[in-house]
Every structure is written in structure tokens, then in C-alpha cells.
């Protein structure tokens, strides 16, 4: 038997984490009044709902060799896509991954896109030489995926840093003009084309290959997601409406609050404790920055109240963020008989040896605990998004399509099959058979491209 005071931390965690429909209906109402809240002023929300400057999605004309910068976690990558319109498609798709030495995230502004565009410049150079720009300026198409007040489809000013970034000399600068100066110093001659958040970029890569997609959510280290809004809807737009009529806007639902989530003492003080407490609260309880780190926190609590980790040191086991989401995820999938890979997980990671079976058992509880009441929220945030555009119900008949990336919800497989299966549970049986969620592989950065296309300086 597991020992009474490690039970009595779980079954409190049980309790408090759990999410009945009732309870994720209420998160889905909140989530839709919230974003309309958004829309209807400036500041009107919590929930950011930021005007993308995006009014149309791609339709595969888009034709030409573009860039892409992507920028969000702990890596960012350079693309260089070659698309050949409606027939073709892409023909050509080349990438290079490179990480973001800690100490540039909470540094200043210029060495992080100093360090950015050097990359971007030896990549480029990599090209060779093509005739194709003797005459002209390369284009890029930039995604950077924090919040941004935009003030055009390419200018927009940082509003504040979130996930694992703080440099403070950035928040309120343009980012477009902080990579154009730094892309200059490196004698880099490209033009930023469009500036788009990652769940744009989702949005809009999900589209281009099938046009029933509506929604783009991004479920990684962050947390967020960008719909296809009607212009009329948007109060706060200023100026003529896009010919369109539409526009899409980046929720920043990782912003979202209510009364309604249920917090427990672990996420209190994961906020407390965090780079912006107080902010991202939607995001702390989902995003895969956050996961393991809640696990952490609650087999810390276990340690300190029972005995059932043995004699433990715990610097491990109070070192944040010491656990990450693919311990968990590893540790969640264990089907070995004696749960071997969370006998692992636990003496690497955190120093805990010699654990009973019982115990090890308990541990993948408590991340299944965890893991599913971030599914399950971020299905009701899904929702929340459907019912703000009157789809996904009975009388809807048009397909909606939600397109999404980020490691979370392409690796964690319990947390796919638990989100989806959420999905259905909430909106019903019926409703579901025209709701479909997809896998957008690396749309954010294929997105970028499509868009800088359809704003090239060469379309007019
Ligand atoms: C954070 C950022 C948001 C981004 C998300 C996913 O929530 O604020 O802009 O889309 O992470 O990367």
C-alpha cells in the first residue's frame, strides 16, 4: 500500500483538478464572452484578441521562392520554400534548426536578433548564387509568437514577453524593425513581408491545403489559437473593412482567466514563482512548458509528507522545471509490466531510487491527472472558439476543420486522444461527425511563406 499521506496529496490533486462537462461547458461559455469582450475594445479582455492584419487565407496561387523566420521557443528555425502555385504546390521546402542559448532570452534585444539574423545570413548564403534575386530583394515572411500589437501585416509592437523569454529592452519596440536593423548589420538584403503569430501561420498553412479549416491552435511549449473572425464582428476595427470581410484574429487565449479553471495550490504557486506571475494563466494549466513542472511540484509535496520516495536528497526535486513534458509523456506511456522507463524517469531526473510499484503506479496517476485536465481545457477552449462563430453544433452543417501543432499534441498521445475525445464529448455525437481536428506539421512556418507571398512587394 501506498503510504496514507501520499494517497491523501493525490486524491486532493484528483479532486481539484477535475474537469466534469458542466464544468468545461462553463469554460467554453467564459472563453466565448471573453473574446468578445476582446473584440468589442481595445483592453476590453484579458483575452488579447489581436487584429492579425490577415483577411484572406491562402488559396494556392501563391507562387515564388520565400523565407520564413520562426521564433517562440526554445528554438527557432529559418525556412526557404519554394511554391509553385495551385498545381505544383510547394516544390521545395529547406530548413535549419538552431537553439537559442539560454542567455540570449533574458538578455537585451540586440544580441538576441544579432544572434537571429546571423543564422538567417549563413543560410541565405547557403543558397549559392541565384539568379533569380540579381535584381531584387529576397522576402521573408516573420513569425514571432508572443503577443504583438500590430499595426500593420508587417510592423507590430511587443506587448510583453511570454513562455520562458524576458528582455525587457524589447517589450513596446517594432520586432520588424529590430530584425530589419539587425538583418542590415549583416549585410543581409531582405525585406520583412509579413509579420504573423504562430497559430496564424497554423491557420493559414491548414488552409492552403484544405479549406475547411477555421481554427489554428498551437499546443507546445505555449499555448494559443487564431480563428477566421467576420470583419462586422470586430467592433474595435478601425478604418474600412478588408474587402474580404473577414479577418483573423490571434486570440492569445493563453491569456484567459475565470473563476470557472480549476487551480490548485500547485498553480498558484507556479504563478507566483513564474517570469509573469499573474499572466498566462490559461497557458500555465496546459501548455507543455508548464506539464512537468505541476508533476514536479506535487511529487515534491508527496516527499516532504510521506516517506514513500525512501530517504530522498531533494535538490533535484526542488529544482524547477527539472521535469520536463517528455518525462511525463515517457512516464505516462510506460507498458512495461514493472513500469521500468518511470523507474527511470524518477532516479535521473529527480534522484528518487529504489521506488515500489505501488508507487511508480501512483506517479503515472498523477501525471495522467495533470495531463488530462490540460486536454480537457484546451478541448473547452476549442469550444469556446466554435460556439464564438456559431459552428460545431446541430444546425451547423459546413465542416470545420481545426488545424493543430506543437510537440504537446503531436507526441503526448494520451493527450490527443484525451483532447479528442473531449472534443466530441462536449459538442455531441452529431455535431462532431463535420468537426475534424488535424495534425498541421510545421504550419507556422510554411504559413509565414505563404503569407509574405500573398503580400509581396512583386504582386502589384
Ligand atoms: C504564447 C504566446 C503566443 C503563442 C503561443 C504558442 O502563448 O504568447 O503568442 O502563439 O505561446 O507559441
Redesign the pocket.
Known amino acids: 500500500m501506498v503510504a496514507a499521506a501520499a494517497e491523501q496529496v493525490v486524491a486532493g490533486l484528483r479532486e481539484e483538478c477535475a474537469t466534469p462537462a458542466g464544468r468545461l461547458d462553463e469554460v467554453a461559455a467564459a472563453m466565448a464572452e471573453e473574446m468578445a469582450a476582446g473584440l468589442a475594445e481595445e483592453g476590453g479582455s484579458k483575452v488579447k484578441m489581436i487584429v492579425s492584419y490577415v483577411d484572406s487565407l491562402p488559396n494556392g496561387s501563391e507562387e515564388g521562392l520565400f523565407y520564413a523566420l520562426d521564433l517562440?521557443?526554445t528554438n527557432f528555425r529559418v525556412l526557404r520554400v519554394q511554391l509553385a502555385g495551385k498545381e505544383k504546390r510547394v516544390v521545395k521546402r529547406e530548413s535549419r534548426e538552431v537553439s537559442i542559448p539560454r542567455h540570449l532570452m533574458s538578455g537585451n534585444s540586440s544580441e538576441l536578433f544579432g544572434f537571429i539574423a546571423l543564422a538567417l545570413a549563413k543560410f541565405v548564403h547557403d543558397e549559392g548564387h541565384n539568379t533569380l534575386f540579381d535584381n531584387k530583394q529576397r522576402e521573408l515572411g516573420f513569425t514571432f509568437?508572443?503577443?504583438v500589437r500590430q499595426t500593420s501585416i508587417a510592423s507590430g509592437t511587443l506587448i510583453k514577453w511570454?513562455?520562458a523569454f524576458s528582455i525587457d529592452d524589447a517589450v513596446g519596440e517594432d520586432v520588424v524593425a529590430e530584425l530589419q536593423m539587425a538583418m542590415e548589420k549583416q549585410g543581409l538584403d531582405m525585406r520583412v513581408s509579413a509579420l504573423i503569430?504562430?497559430?496564424v501561420g497554423t491557420l493559414a498553412a491548414g488552409s492552403y491545403y484544405d479549406e475547411d479549416v477555421v481554427v489554428g491552435v498551437?499546443l507546445?511549449?505555449?499555448?494559443?489559437a487564431a480563428y477566421l473572425e467576420k470583419a462586422s464582428a470586430i467592433p474595435k476595427l478601425e478604418g474600412e473593412l478588408p474587402k474580404s470581410g473577414n479577418m483573423v484574429i490571434?486570440t492569445?487565449w493563453?491569456n484567459f482567466s475565470s473563476p470557472c479553471l480549476p487551480l490548485t495550490e500547485y498553480d498558484e504557486a507556479l504563478d507566483k514563482e513564474s517570469l509573469n506571475p499573474g499572466e498566462?494563466i490559461f497557458?500555465k494549466l496546459i501548455?507543455g512548458m508548464y506539464l512537468g513542472e505541476i508533476v514536479r511540484r506535487v511529487l515534491l509535496k508527496i516527499s516532504l509528507q510521506s516517506s514513500i520516495f525512501g530517504n530522498v536528497d531533494q535538490t533535484k526535486l526542488k529544482s524547477h522545471f527539472i521535469l520536463r513534458t517528455p518525462d511525463i509523456s515517457a512516464m505516462h506511456h510506460d507498458q512495461t509490466p514493472d513500469l521500468k522507463i518511470v523507474a527511470e524517469k524518477l532516479a535521473d531526473n529527480l534522484k528518487i531510487i529504489d521506488t515500489s510499484l505501488e508507487t511508480r503506479k501512483m506517479v503515472v496517476e498523477i501525471c495522467d491527472i495533470v495531463t488530462r485536465r490540460s486536454a480537457r481545457l484546451a478541448a473547452a477552449g476549442i469550444v469556446g472558439i466554435l460556439r464564438k462563430i456559431g459552428r460545431g453544433n446541430p444546425n451547423d452543417k459546413r465542416k470545420s476543420v481545426i488545424a493543430i501543432d506543437?510537440g504537446l499534441y503531436e507526441h503526448y498521445t494520451e493527450f490527443r486522444q484525451c483532447l479528442e475525445s473531449t472534443l466530441t464529448e462536449l459538442i455531441g455525437e452529431e455535431a462532431s461527425r463535420s468537426v475534424t481536428v488535424k495534425l498541421a506539421n510545421d504550419g507556422s512556418g510554411l504559413g509565414a511563406a505563404l503569407i509574405a507571398a500573398a503580400h509581396s512587394q512583386y504582386l502589384k
Open positions: 517562440g521557443g509568437s508572443f503577443p511570454t513562455k503569430n504562430d497559430t498551437i507546445g511549449t505555449g499555448s494559443n490571434n492569445e493563453g498566462q497557458e501548455s506543437g
